[in-house]
């Protein structure tokens, strides 16, 4: 208990916790049934109002991009980008899911797979926590945890890709935002990042490439890597099998944090500082990603490029 | 070297190895894997190099890769189900493409195909008679080999390296390598006839098997893999390398003899395809894809077989080299210190930290054996420490068992105890100040603040006494039994009773605020963080509620909660008597992720640098990574742990119900020290200047130093 109350003083601070007492220790005396407010309680009420339209509003601001490149004849790429939001008396969270994915297997099948990838995982997820999300369904030990439900999804895109396209194959990286809470599903070698104010970007996802295997035991060096003539081979995706271990974490989200989405076409192309510099310069999500694509192709577009960036409660950290 | 793209698999540069691929074929009888996955390159896009580089046939192939004559094995056959008996004809046919051989066909006008053994990338492998020897039924493998290569120099070639590799193969004598009785090549098919070894190869006992391989079992295998290593390593004129030493390629014979399979050449067949995989994903070394291929890559396969038979983790369903982020005794604690040094030295990333050689490897698998005998392995935890050191700075004595925690404030220790009473030691000298009794026993934790100590009592009151005199300030009335633990936050008191309500209670006047029904008893604590009021019943329920009382969200689990909930990074964790481990999500209640225990958790978890430590009835003390839980350390100990842990300065402390209380270090789970008393351990140690306080069933509490 000493724990929490050091974790409450240090998340409120002293006079922050003193005001939240102040108006908190009123509420608790509140009746839950909606009484006429007047006054000084009606303006705190309408603010506290305010408030939460104003948080409800624009919660994500997404950009996506996808080109097939200048080398490549047709794109084998694939994104999915859905947000929710709901303003209503004990509405459910915020949800976003957005979902890259990257095929491969030549000819046709490399963008059917990674469709069907992409379709077969979030089907499962919008059946499986957001229509349970909007219907105000109980919440249990019954249903699988979220990490689960990310985890099963794209197991569940894995066994539909192999089944209906044996042979295909592709990479799918999911980020599932719940509220302030970010799930990240992750099989291949697309990355997902998280951008957030004052610190380096951080990469969330691991290449599960034979290259990166062997960098992270010094086995090669980056720059061998990148000539390495077996660079492209990865040793988890999509369509390889019945069994197939995903990655899944999960983060708490702070306002103002940016995640973004990106097959190799970008990050084998475009070095990280100048992604940055692209992102914090556009002045929308939307431009950004449509400029990390210019870059991308002006850097060779040796391959299809894909971007989704979203970003999160824009400005809420100043308050209101 | 410029145009890469279109580049085969490196060239081996093992150059005074014989160049002996081998590559099994018996695709049907491998357990599905993750093939390594070359993806096209912009500038190739033909269909054969798109395909899956991989010269299994497991599931109905749409395309057809390269190399590969069309298989299309029935669908009604799983690889797992023709695992189970290798070298074995299956009832039927369970493949056919063009032209594969069938029963009763005689190649040579000597051997009399009698069924498909399996079917792989390059062709079929075949149980056949020999007829030679018209008397009696003499069996063996023939192994097929198509060579696709349209060029005609290529395809000449491939020839002259298959037979000379074959007539290598045929010289071979060692009784864990099947003989190499023949080999032809009819026209554009190649091969290879071999003794037919009875048996089942160690994927399949590895997938039969319930529980672990013994030890001992293990280290015979692999000293006769050394010797059989050894034997080729040292192979005149020249090295032999296996270069795929694995579990499927392993068979064990009627007696129980090691036999070394698949010396296939079928690899010859393969080369010049784009993306082609050398070895075998999970088991080969790293330095074969840097083409380098010698004697101790083969020593790396023999430990990372031996890693995959002792910890049964499926080293091709993990990432590429990763044993040793995954130690043996993790999964299976009861491998010995010695032996698991020494499969270690095996699979070191730089080969010349390995073994030196085969033999080298043997001698140290011998000595481990011996040392096993009569010494302590890493499951053996009480040899690692020295109990004697732990002495109590104090202790004292209760009338009763103490089941709550106890609290430390104010240089006191305000101690909960099941005779009815609260008492108020001195911090330093354990001296007692006073006493406060009550009707019934105590259970819960005194919360301890502006001057009160509350707590509630089984005989259903809340009390708030005063923390100098002991003198009593208010009461608060309920209608059950009080075993839930008071939370102060916001000037109030949050308590449970058994008659199903929260109470809320103005803390310094006692007066009741409001009270809310829940479904079940409430036995834990309550938890106010992020405006919300967190607390557990009995009948299986999390709540949320606003600070007015107003539902936020509900969580169901599948038997009740007796440990509290607490939070960290919007994650509200808590364990409940269904032998989950929750992690809610504070603002929609979903599970973000949840960790199945061996039994029931009534201990509440304590969180530190982003792991979450808790006890379960099965044992065990856990700690999980908060993020994902996933388990970073597991400790078992004698009973159960239902108390709650508590953690300083880098050291986990946790009361068990074997009368330890266990010092860990938090970040390894290694044991630091531990204290036993005479009872179970049901509360949480409370840690103050450097002292840890503790209480027992034995009546006692304790002052140990840190």
Redesign the interface.
Known sequence: MADIKAWLRNRFGKSARRAQEESAAASLFKKPETAPIEGAEAERALAERGRRAWEASGVFSVGWCTDVGRVRNHNEDALFILSSEQEANNAAPPFGLFMLADGMGGHQSGEVASALALRAAAGWLLSHVYFPLVDGTDRGADQPSLTDMVREAISHANRVVTRDYPGSGSTLTCGMILGDRLFVGHVGDSRAYLLRVGQPARQLTKDHSLVNRLIEMGQLTEEEAAVHPQRNVLYRAIGQGATLEVDVFTYALEPGDRLLLCSDGLWGAVDEAEIWRLIQEAPTPQQACVQLVAAANAAGGNDNISVVLVETWRGQSQGV | MSD?KS????EQKGGSAVNLETRRMRGLSQR????????????V???S????QTHLV??????T?AGVPAAKPDGSVSGAAASAETQQIAGKPQVSYEGLLSAGVQLQGRYKILGVIGIGGMGAVYKAQDLRFPGVLRLCAVKEMINTALDSQVRQMIVRNFEREASILATLGHPAIPQVYDYFTEGSRCYLVEEFVTGKDLEARLAEAEGFFSEGMVADWAVQLCEVLSYLHNHKPRPIIFRDLKPSNIMLDDHDRIRLVDFGIAKLFQSGEK?T?IGT?GYSP??Q??GIAEPRGDIYALGATLHHLLSKQDPR??????FHERPIHKTNPTVSRELIGVIDKALE?DINKRWGSAEEFRRALAASLSIKIGSGSLGDKTATFDTGVVKPLWKFACEDEIRGSVTVADGMVFVPSYDHNVYALAEDNGKFLWKYPTEGGIAC?P?VSEGMVIFGSIDKVIYSVDVRTGHLLWTAPTQGRIFS?P?G????IFIGSDDRQIY?IHQMSGRR??TYAADGEIRS?P?V?E?LILFACQM?MVYAL?????????????RGFLASP??????VFIG?L?N?F????V????????YRSGGSIVSTA??WKNMVFFGSSDGFVYALDA???RVVWRYQTDNQITAAANVAEGNLYIGGVDGNLYCFDALTGAVRWHYQTDGPITGAPQIADGIVYIGSADHYVYAIPM
């Open positions: 890469r580049e085969p698999a490196p599905l894997r993750q093939p390594l996955f070359p993806r096209p390159e912009p500038s896009a033909p269909k190099s798109a395909s899956p497991e599931e109905p192939l749409s395309g890769p993306g995989m994903e790293p330095e894809y840097r369903l993990e990432p590429p080299f990763s990333y934790k919360w633990s939370f936050e916001l000037g109030h809320a605020a409001w604590r938890l963080a405006s299986g606003s600070l007015n009382r107003e539902q936020r969200w509900r969580f169901r689990a599948r607490v939070m960290h990074n919007g994650l409940s269904d989950h929750y992690a809610l999500d603002r929609s209640g979903w599970a973000a992720w949840k304590v969180i993020d994902d839980g």
